[in-house]
């Protein structure tokens, strides 16, 4: 069974930094893309950030130039530095990979970021 485990959130004042992780295991097969999402409070869930096996990273434009996503394939983990946050970044942050040896995406359960001002 795949498992998506995130961590690293927590509270921070605006203009801090946090690094989120997300671990996968369960599996023998390679991981394609892996995203952060997230869903503040009264909003559709969003995608932050992506990231390609081969390295290749797309980002939303709200985040772009203070966050920072990276991947060990080794590892099977992605990570997301987020620096200079915002209190419109607070949300629950969800990781997400996709498998193409089961043709779907699994998701984690997610880790709340809150950002006071």
């Known amino acids: 069974q795949v498992q998506l485990v995130e961590s690293g959130g927590g509270l921070v004042q605006a203009g801090g930094s946090l690094r989120l992780s997300c671990a996968a295991s369960?599996?023998?097969f390679s991981?394609?893309?892996m995203d952060w999402y997230r869903q503040a409070p009264g909003k559709q869930r969003e995608l932050v950030a992506t990231v390609s096996r081969?390295?290749?990273t797309i980002?939303?434009?709200s985040v772009k130039g203070r966050f920072t996503i990276s991947r060990d394939n080794a590892k099977n983990t992605v990570y997301m530095q987020?620096?200079?946050l915002k209190p419109?970044?607070?949300?629950v942050y969800y990781c997400r990979a996709f498998?193409?040896?089961f043709g779907q995406y699994y998701w984690g359960q997610g880790t709340q970021v809150t950002v006071s001002s």
């Open 59 to 61: 980002y939303e434009d």
């Open 88 to 91: 419109e970044d607070t949300a």
């Open 82 to 84: 987020m620096n200079g």
């Open 26 to 28: 369960g599996y023998m």
């Open 31 to 33: 991981i394609q893309a």
């Open 54 to 56: 081969d390295g290749r």
């Open 99 to 101: 498998l193409p040896a």
